[in-house]
């Protein structure tokens, strides 16, 4: 069993900045592909970003070049930097861990982006 935390979350103005982490329990984190999905009130959870266990990136048309997607195998870590946010940003954050037909998900973390 995976348990995935995530934190970092909080309230910050349009253009700030904020770095969510998601920690994970367990030893095998480092083969499993990682994301970020986010649901903003009244809409479906979407796809923000993934990194693969080998380090490959991919991103939502929407966030590309402002938010980038990292991890830290020896700390069982991933993260997601999120910069030049926008009030369309708001929602709750979610982490996602994949393996193989497996999947396992955070308890959210929510972004608000208001002046």
């Known amino acids: 069993q995976v348990q995935l935390v995530e934190s970092g979350g909080g309230l910050v103005q349009p253009g700030g900045s904020l770095r969510l982490s998601c920690a994970a329990s367990?030893?095998?984190?480092?083969?499993?592909?990682m994301g970020w999905y986010r649901q903003a009130p009244g809409k479906q959870r979407d796809l923000v970003a993934t990194?693969?266990?080998?380090?490959?990136?991919n991103y939502a048309d929407s966030v590309k070049g402002r938010f980038t997607i990292s991890r830290d195998n020896a700390k069982n870590t991933v993260y997601l930097q999120m910069n030049s946010l926008k009030p369309a940003d708001t929602a709750v954050y979610y982490c996602?861990?994949?393996?193989?037909?497996?999947?396992?998900w955070g308890q959210g973390t929510q972004v608000t982006v208001s002046s």
């Open positions: 367990g030893r095998v984190f480092s083969i499993f592909t």
């Open positions: 996602k861990g994949v393996l193989g037909a497996g999947y396992y």
């Open positions: 990194i693969t266990s080998g380090g490959t990136t």
